[in-house]
């Protein structure tokens, strides 16, 4: 157990030492928010009664989940590879599943960290409605969603060599499921091909999950959703752990 903590203690110091990472966690969803807030924020939102920023803020915690999966885990565990830590760790008693899980608790704290620091700028700008259901029931689909997710992120890691491949990769994945998710324009007003696309999109069940529970919905009339995130769960753990290289050749 001490061993496990001081892998994880480790990680923690390498990941604070990348920009990237902070960009990515808690630099872009800020900025995310404030232009489009600044641009839709009061608009009517997809529940009567509430406005576009309400929905808007539980996506962008969502999509804070999948940057840390496609970008940060990705493209971290090729530089730790490449960089030969992951080789070092290969001749001690850490095994695979130690280092997935030590990446893995990186990224869970960041992700809450960028949903937190998210609520917090969306309160002051917008004052917007936070309930103790809709924070606890949201922190439960960023948890169980990251499982998913995370293991995307290590699965993509295993098919590329080099941060640079992993980066182009990265933003092939992540930009259609950030604009086809309904997480920077509602699924209802896309045209109808588009809105099919997205129906095989396991982003928009993450997003429709987190706007509901977050607005007020209970997260027992979401078993669909939490259906695809649990498939999801197995099959990139699966490839997560099959795909894993301790170096690149």
Known sequence: MNAYLRLIAFDLRLYFRD?????WILVYPVLMLILFGSLFGSQEGLQEGKRYIDDYVPALCVMNVMSVSVFTLNINMIQYRESGILRR???????????????????????????IEVVIIAKLMWNIDVTASGVWQLLLAIVFGSIGFFSLGFALSGLTRTPGAASGLAMAIFFPMLFLSGISYPIDYMPSVLKAISDFIPMTYYVELAQGVWTGSSMFDYGLNWGVLAGMAAAFGALA?????????
């Open 89 to 115: 760790f290969r001749v001690t008693p850490v095994k695979r599943m130690a280092v997935l899980l030590s990446h893995a608790v990186q990224g869970l704290l960041f992700a809450v960290t960028g949903g």
């Open 241 to 249: 752990v099959l795909l894993f290289k301790w170096e690149n050749h």
């Open 19 to 23: 920009w990237m990472t902070i960009f």
